[in-house]
Each structure stands twice: as structure tokens, then as C-alpha cells.
């Protein structure tokens, strides 16, 4: 999710003492030399408008989470078993390494029971989507 609080302005200066007069402000957050004739000033927004629910996203990705949870538990882990390892996850996805004899013949074979049930979790369980 996106923290509006840590938004910054960068100021690209040239002039050493306009560089000093940001500085002295209370916005002042960090600054950059580059050479010695530009410097980046960091400045915290003065005003800040939040706009964007945090409570929103925080449920998007908490029923992304059980739904994740829920696709390795109940669906590769009684497929395969010991034959799937989960190698990572990120916030959206989820990759293994699955033993198997054809894995296009298992993901044709089981691709629709698993779109359905999917499917039904979303309108029953949740929101419908």
C-alpha cells in the first residue's frame, strides 16, 4: 500500500544559498550532493491530503492472503502433496516446484474444478468480485 506521509519533493539546486535557505525550513528531510555545483534538497510535503482509505487496502490484500493460503493448502498440497515445494511468494503470486509427470495435463485436467471452486469462495465467502 502507498504511504502518502512519506512523499517527499526533491529540489534540484544549484545555488549554494538557496540550497541553505531550504534547509533551514522545518520541511527539510535530506539532502544529496551530486557535484559542486548540484546538490538535491529532500522537502516533506507542507500539506498533506490523504485520499486513499489504508482500510481498503489492508482488506484487499488480507483476502488476497487467504485466498493464497487457502489455493496451497487445500488445493496443491491435496494434489500433490509431498511432490510440491513452495519456493517464494510475493504479494500476488506463488511459485513451486511440482513433481510431476505432465504438469500441462494436470493444469488442463484440474484447470477448470479449480476456476470454479475459486469461483465459488469468491461469492459465497467474500465479496462478490
Known amino acids: 500500500m502507498e504511504n502518502l506521509r512519506k512523499r517527499t519533493d526533491i529540489k534540484l539546486l544549484n545555488d549554494q544559498s538557496k540550497a541553505r535557505k531550504l534547509i533551514s525550513k522545518p520541511t527539510f ?17 507542507q500539506r498533506l491530503y490523504l485520499n486513499r482509505p489504508i482500510y481498503v487496502g ?23 502433496g509431498s511432490r510440491a515445494t513452495l519456493l ?30 475459486q469461483s465459488i469462495t469468491l461469492n459465497i465467502g467474500f465479496i462478490a468480485l
Open 29 to 45: 528531510h535530506a539532502f544529496k550532493i551530486f557535484n559542486d555545483d548540484l546538490v538535491a534538497v529532500h522537502m516533506l510535503k
Open 58 to 80: 489492508f482488506t484487499i490484500l488480507d483476502l488476497s492472503k487467504t485466498l493464497m493460503y487457502d489455493f496451497h493448502y487445500n488445493y496443491i498440497k491435496d494434489k500433490y
Open 88 to 117: 517464494f511468494t510475493d504479494t500476488d503470486s506463488l511459485c513451486y516446484n511440482i513433481n510431476t509427470d505432465d504438469i500441462y495435463q494436470d493444469m488442463l485436467m484440474e484447470g477448470q474444478t479449480c476456476l470454479i471452486r
